[in-house]
């Protein structure tokens, strides 16, 4: 079984050298392509609505650090080889997403707590 980078673990891709990408989730769907990784630079972070870049585990050329994994982060990296299939087809396009601030998010949004 491939075994499936953590949350916050630090790459570097083959085809953006001499730049390290920290990981923030998983398959990403954007303009119709599934992509496995979603990630930031290192040590920047999110700094702007372009701040994020989707690759596939092929473009990785070394992994630097491994993030925390815990039981339930094991059980669901272990899990995700079978749910790709499920995932490939309803997985949403988030090419046309843009990001909200989170105190932007609790007060416009009616199931999420305002002050």
Known sequence: MERILSVGSVVELIHIPKHQFVILGYF???QGE????????????????????VFRKEEISKVLFEGYLDEEGEAFTQGVPQLIELLY??????????????????KQSGDMPSD
Not at 36 to 53: F, Q, W
Not at 89 to 106: G, H, N, V
């Open 34 to 53: 599934i992509y496995d990784y979603i990630g930031t630079l290192y040590p920047n972070g999110m700094i702007g609505e372009d701040s994020c870049v």
């Open 89 to 106: 087809s309803p997985l949403p396009d988030t090419s046309d997403c843009s990001i909200m601030p989170s105190d932007k998010i609790s």
């Open 28 to 30: 990403q769907k954007v």
